[in-house]
Protein backbone atom coordinates (compact mmCIF):
# COMPACT_ATOMS: atom_id res chain seq x y z
CA UNK A 1 0.00 0.00 0.00
CA UNK A 2 1.55 3.35 -1.09
CA UNK A 3 0.90 6.03 1.76
CA UNK A 4 1.89 9.19 0.99
CA UNK A 5 2.42 12.45 3.02
CA UNK A 6 -1.16 14.43 2.31
CA UNK A 7 0.37 17.32 0.61
CA UNK A 8 3.66 16.54 1.05
CA UNK A 9 3.44 14.22 -1.59
CA UNK A 10 4.55 17.23 -3.91
CA UNK A 11 3.50 14.94 -7.01
CA UNK A 12 3.82 16.88 -10.22
CA UNK A 13 0.97 16.02 -12.92
CA UNK A 14 2.08 16.22 -16.19
CA UNK A 15 -0.35 15.78 -19.11
CA UNK A 16 0.01 14.11 -21.99
CA UNK A 17 -1.94 12.75 -25.07
CA UNK A 18 -1.44 9.37 -26.99
CA UNK A 19 -1.68 8.64 -30.78
CA UNK A 20 -5.69 8.18 -30.46
CA UNK A 21 -5.99 11.39 -28.23
CA UNK A 22 -6.66 9.46 -25.04
CA UNK A 23 -5.39 11.34 -22.07
CA UNK A 24 -2.54 10.17 -20.26
CA UNK A 25 -0.93 11.17 -17.26
CA UNK A 26 3.12 10.96 -15.84
CA UNK A 27 3.50 11.54 -11.90
CA UNK A 28 7.38 12.85 -11.28
CA UNK A 29 7.52 12.36 -7.53
CA UNK A 30 9.41 14.77 -6.07
CA UNK A 31 13.24 13.83 -4.92
CA UNK A 32 12.61 15.51 -1.26
CA UNK A 33 9.80 12.90 -0.73
CA UNK A 34 11.72 10.00 -2.38
CA UNK A 35 14.75 10.45 -0.35
CA UNK A 36 12.11 10.82 2.60
CA UNK A 37 10.78 7.07 1.47
CA UNK A 38 14.42 5.99 1.29
CA UNK A 39 15.65 7.32 4.99
CA UNK A 40 12.39 5.65 6.19
CA UNK A 41 13.24 2.48 4.00
CA UNK A 42 16.79 2.28 6.00
CA UNK A 43 15.29 2.62 9.49
CA UNK A 44 12.86 0.14 8.65
CA UNK A 45 15.44 -2.71 7.76
CA UNK A 46 17.72 -1.32 11.13
CA UNK A 47 14.38 -2.12 12.87
CA UNK A 48 13.95 -5.63 11.17
CA UNK A 49 17.24 -6.08 12.21
CA UNK A 50 17.19 -5.68 15.88
CA UNK A 51 14.13 -8.04 16.18
CA UNK A 52 14.75 -11.32 17.35
CA UNK A 53 13.52 -13.82 14.38
CA UNK A 54 11.85 -15.93 17.05
CA UNK A 55 9.36 -12.97 17.49
CA UNK A 56 7.56 -14.70 14.19
CA UNK A 57 6.55 -17.97 13.98
CA UNK A 58 4.44 -19.25 11.00
CA UNK A 59 1.93 -21.47 11.45
CA UNK A 60 2.48 -22.77 7.55
CA UNK A 61 -1.51 -23.95 7.87
CA UNK A 62 -1.80 -24.96 4.39
CA UNK A 63 -5.52 -25.45 3.63
CA UNK A 64 -5.69 -21.77 5.24
CA UNK A 65 -3.20 -20.60 2.80
CA UNK A 66 -4.77 -22.41 0.11
CA UNK A 67 -7.59 -20.22 1.18
CA UNK A 68 -5.94 -17.10 0.53
CA UNK A 69 -5.20 -16.35 4.46
CA UNK A 70 -1.82 -14.24 4.32
CA UNK A 71 0.59 -15.90 6.39
CA UNK A 72 0.64 -13.18 8.52
CA UNK A 73 -2.65 -13.44 9.81
CA UNK A 74 -2.15 -17.21 10.54
CA UNK A 75 1.76 -16.68 12.42
CA UNK A 76 2.52 -15.90 16.18
CA UNK A 77 4.37 -12.44 16.03
CA UNK A 78 5.21 -11.23 19.65
CA UNK A 79 4.96 -7.32 19.12
CA UNK A 80 6.81 -5.61 21.39
CA UNK A 81 4.24 -2.43 22.31
CA UNK A 82 7.13 -0.20 23.81
CA UNK A 83 9.45 -0.80 20.55
CA UNK A 84 6.22 -0.36 18.39
CA UNK A 85 6.27 3.32 20.35
CA UNK A 86 9.68 3.77 20.15
CA UNK A 87 9.95 3.21 16.37
CA UNK A 88 7.06 5.96 15.81
CA UNK A 89 9.14 8.79 18.01
CA UNK A 90 11.82 7.68 15.28
CA UNK A 91 9.57 7.80 12.10
CA UNK A 92 8.35 11.18 13.71
CA UNK A 93 11.64 12.52 14.01
CA UNK A 94 12.54 11.43 10.47
CA UNK A 95 9.65 13.21 9.00
CA UNK A 96 10.21 16.51 11.05
CA UNK A 97 13.67 16.52 9.99
CA UNK A 98 12.55 17.44 6.53
CA UNK A 99 9.21 19.20 7.38
CA UNK A 100 9.17 21.49 10.55
CA UNK A 101 6.11 22.40 10.05
CA UNK A 102 4.48 19.05 10.88
CA UNK A 103 6.42 19.05 14.37
CA UNK A 104 3.29 20.16 16.46
CA UNK A 105 1.02 18.04 14.73
CA UNK A 106 3.11 14.80 14.88
CA UNK A 107 3.49 15.59 18.55
CA UNK A 108 -0.11 16.03 19.40
CA UNK A 109 -0.44 12.48 17.67
CA UNK A 110 1.99 10.85 19.92
CA UNK A 111 0.67 12.65 22.96
CA UNK A 112 -2.70 10.67 21.75
CA UNK A 113 -0.99 7.09 22.32
CA UNK A 114 -0.67 4.53 25.20
CA UNK A 115 -0.09 1.21 25.38
CA UNK A 116 -3.69 0.10 24.31
CA UNK A 117 -4.12 2.31 21.42
CA UNK A 118 -0.84 1.36 20.06
CA UNK A 119 -1.93 -2.48 20.11
CA UNK A 120 -5.54 -1.24 18.23
CA UNK A 121 -3.26 0.86 15.36
CA UNK A 122 -1.28 -2.77 14.86
CA UNK A 123 -4.53 -4.64 14.51
CA UNK A 124 -6.15 -2.00 12.13
CA UNK A 125 -2.88 -1.37 10.12
CA UNK A 126 -2.28 -5.17 9.75
CA UNK A 127 -5.87 -5.35 8.32
CA UNK A 128 -5.39 -2.26 6.27
CA UNK A 129 -8.65 -0.61 7.62
CA UNK A 130 -8.16 2.91 6.53
CA UNK A 131 -11.71 3.77 7.76
CA UNK A 132 -10.91 3.49 11.19
CA UNK A 133 -7.64 5.53 10.76
CA UNK A 134 -10.12 7.99 9.36
CA UNK A 135 -12.06 7.98 12.54
CA UNK A 136 -9.64 8.30 14.82
CA UNK A 137 -8.24 10.91 12.98
CA UNK A 138 -11.43 12.81 12.91
CA UNK A 139 -12.41 12.03 16.42
CA UNK A 140 -9.26 13.75 17.31
CA UNK A 141 -8.52 16.93 15.58
CA UNK A 142 -5.65 16.00 13.71
CA UNK A 143 -4.83 15.69 10.42
CA UNK A 144 -6.40 12.35 8.46
CA UNK A 145 -3.03 10.97 6.34
CA UNK A 146 -1.15 10.69 10.30
CA UNK A 147 -2.02 7.86 11.60
CA UNK A 148 -2.19 5.42 8.87
CA UNK A 149 1.30 6.40 7.86
CA UNK A 150 2.66 5.98 11.52
CA UNK A 151 1.20 3.21 12.02
CA UNK A 152 1.71 1.27 8.50
CA UNK A 153 5.28 2.03 8.50
CA UNK A 154 5.86 0.91 12.39
CA UNK A 155 4.36 -2.58 11.38
CA UNK A 156 6.24 -3.26 8.13
CA UNK A 157 9.38 -4.41 9.81
CA UNK A 158 7.51 -7.55 11.50
CA UNK A 159 5.54 -7.76 7.89
CA UNK A 160 9.10 -8.04 6.05
CA UNK A 161 10.64 -10.59 8.77
CA UNK A 162 7.50 -12.87 7.98
CA UNK A 163 8.99 -12.69 4.30
CA UNK A 164 11.70 -13.72 5.08
CA UNK A 165 10.87 -16.43 7.28
CA UNK A 166 8.15 -18.10 4.83
CA UNK A 167 9.48 -16.66 1.32
CA UNK A 168 10.13 -19.77 -0.45
CA UNK A 169 6.87 -21.83 0.83
CA UNK A 170 4.60 -19.04 0.43
CA UNK A 171 1.85 -19.84 -2.43
CA UNK A 172 -0.24 -16.96 -3.92
CA UNK A 173 -3.56 -17.62 -5.24
CA UNK A 174 -5.42 -15.38 -7.27
CA UNK A 175 -7.65 -12.74 -6.04
CA UNK A 176 -6.23 -13.38 -2.24
CA UNK A 177 -3.55 -10.60 -2.82
CA UNK A 178 0.03 -10.79 -1.48
CA UNK A 179 0.39 -14.65 0.03
CA UNK A 180 2.43 -13.00 3.11
CA UNK A 181 0.84 -9.59 4.20
CA UNK A 182 -2.74 -9.41 1.89
CA UNK A 183 -1.54 -6.38 0.13
CA UNK A 184 -3.76 -6.12 -3.18
CA UNK A 185 -1.00 -7.11 -5.95
CA UNK A 186 -0.31 -4.17 -8.40
CA UNK A 187 3.57 -4.37 -9.19
CA UNK A 188 5.11 -6.66 -11.44
CA UNK A 189 8.44 -6.83 -12.51
CA UNK A 190 10.44 -8.23 -15.63
CA UNK A 191 13.78 -9.91 -14.81
CA UNK A 192 16.20 -12.50 -15.67
CA UNK A 193 15.10 -14.06 -19.26
CA UNK A 194 11.73 -12.03 -19.23
CA UNK A 195 10.05 -13.22 -16.22
CA UNK A 196 7.50 -11.47 -15.10
CA UNK A 197 7.42 -11.32 -10.60
CA UNK A 198 4.96 -9.58 -8.72
CA UNK A 199 6.75 -8.10 -5.52
CA UNK A 200 4.99 -7.08 -2.61
CA UNK A 201 6.20 -3.30 -2.09
CA UNK A 202 4.98 -3.52 2.15
CA UNK A 203 6.52 -6.98 3.11
CA UNK A 204 8.76 -7.48 0.23
CA UNK A 205 7.65 -10.94 -0.83
CA UNK A 206 7.95 -11.71 -4.45
CA UNK A 207 6.44 -14.73 -6.27
CA UNK A 208 6.08 -15.61 -10.17
CA UNK A 209 3.25 -15.34 -12.70
CA UNK A 210 2.55 -16.20 -16.17
CA UNK A 211 2.92 -13.20 -18.25
CA UNK A 212 -0.22 -12.81 -20.23
CA UNK A 213 -1.90 -13.39 -16.51
CA UNK A 214 -4.31 -11.26 -14.19
CA UNK A 215 -2.83 -11.06 -10.96
CA UNK A 216 -6.78 -10.73 -9.39
CA UNK A 217 -8.59 -13.40 -11.15
CA UNK A 218 -5.77 -15.42 -12.83
CA UNK A 219 -7.49 -15.27 -16.33
CA UNK A 220 -4.70 -15.81 -19.14
CA UNK A 221 -6.82 -15.17 -21.97
CA UNK A 222 -5.07 -12.94 -24.09
CA UNK A 223 -8.23 -11.83 -25.75
CA UNK A 224 -9.80 -10.40 -22.21
CA UNK A 225 -6.19 -9.05 -21.65
CA UNK A 226 -4.93 -5.92 -22.57
CA UNK A 227 -2.05 -3.39 -22.06
CA UNK A 228 -1.96 0.48 -21.49
CA UNK A 229 1.38 1.94 -21.93
CA UNK A 230 2.34 5.68 -21.39
CA UNK A 231 4.15 7.51 -24.33
CA UNK A 232 7.80 8.04 -23.97
CA UNK A 233 8.12 4.82 -21.42
CA UNK A 234 8.99 2.04 -23.21
CA UNK A 235 10.09 0.46 -19.69
CA UNK A 236 6.68 0.06 -18.42
CA UNK A 237 2.63 -0.90 -19.15
CA UNK A 238 -0.27 -1.32 -17.40
CA UNK A 239 -1.71 -5.27 -17.53
CA UNK A 240 -5.37 -4.90 -17.13
CA UNK A 241 -8.03 -7.57 -17.36
CA UNK A 242 -11.20 -6.80 -19.20
CA UNK A 243 -13.16 -10.43 -16.88
CA UNK A 244 -12.61 -8.25 -13.34
CA UNK A 245 -11.30 -4.67 -14.58
CA UNK A 246 -7.90 -5.38 -12.32
CA UNK A 247 -4.68 -4.06 -12.86
CA UNK A 248 -1.09 -4.62 -12.54
CA UNK A 249 1.57 -2.17 -13.32
CA UNK A 250 4.20 -3.91 -15.23
CA UNK A 251 8.12 -2.97 -15.05
CA UNK A 252 11.01 -4.07 -17.26
CA UNK A 253 13.71 -3.62 -14.46
CA UNK A 254 16.30 -5.04 -16.47
CA UNK A 255 16.85 -1.91 -18.24
CA UNK A 256 17.57 0.42 -15.31
CA UNK A 257 21.28 1.09 -14.18
CA UNK A 258 19.97 0.64 -10.59
CA UNK A 259 16.61 -1.24 -9.45
CA UNK A 260 15.24 0.65 -6.92
CA UNK A 261 13.49 -1.03 -3.85
CA UNK A 262 9.71 -2.30 -4.41
CA UNK A 263 8.45 0.24 -2.49
CA UNK A 264 10.51 2.94 -4.60
CA UNK A 265 9.37 1.31 -7.93
CA UNK A 266 5.55 1.26 -6.80
CA UNK A 267 5.77 4.95 -6.01
CA UNK A 268 7.65 6.49 -8.44
CA UNK A 269 5.12 4.27 -10.91
CA UNK A 270 1.80 5.96 -9.29
CA UNK A 271 1.11 7.88 -12.28
CA UNK A 272 0.26 4.04 -13.97
CA UNK A 273 -2.19 3.74 -11.17
CA UNK A 274 -3.53 7.06 -12.29
CA UNK A 275 -3.84 5.71 -16.25
CA UNK A 276 -5.49 2.59 -14.99
CA UNK A 277 -7.92 3.94 -12.64
CA UNK A 278 -9.07 6.67 -14.96
CA UNK A 279 -9.51 3.52 -17.37
CA UNK A 280 -11.82 2.02 -15.15
CA UNK A 281 -9.44 -0.71 -13.83
CA UNK A 282 -8.98 -0.75 -10.05
CA UNK A 283 -5.88 -2.56 -7.59
CA UNK A 284 -8.25 -4.52 -5.86
CA UNK A 285 -11.26 -5.55 -8.07
CA UNK A 286 -14.25 -7.15 -6.02
CA UNK A 287 -16.34 -9.82 -7.41
CA UNK A 288 -13.41 -11.82 -8.72
CA UNK A 289 -13.83 -14.90 -9.90
CA UNK A 290 -10.72 -16.98 -9.46
CA UNK A 291 -8.95 -18.88 -12.10
CA UNK A 292 -6.32 -21.48 -10.48
Known amino acids: MAVYLGSHSSLTIIAKTNE????MKK???SKEYQNLQKEIAKLQEQWKKS??????????????MSAGVPVAALAAIDFDISLFL?????????IVDQHQELEEKLGEVRSLLNEE????????AFSLNSIYFARFAE????????PQFLAENALRPYLQLTADKVQDVAKAVHGAGCPVCGEPARLAQLEGEGKKVIHCPRCHAHWPEKRIQCSHC??????TIQFITVEGEASSQVLCCEKCKGYTKVIDTRQFIS????????LTSIHLDFVAQENGYQAAPGNLETNN
Do not use: C, F, Y
Request: proline share 5%; charged share 30%; hydrophobic share 40%.
Open 20 to 23: RGAA
Open 27 to 29: SVV
Open 51 to 64: LNPDVVKPNLDQAA
Open 86 to 94: QWIDELSKL
Open 117 to 124: TAIRWIDE
Open 139 to 146: ENGIDEWI
Open 218 to 223: GNDDHK
Open 259 to 266: RPSSAILD
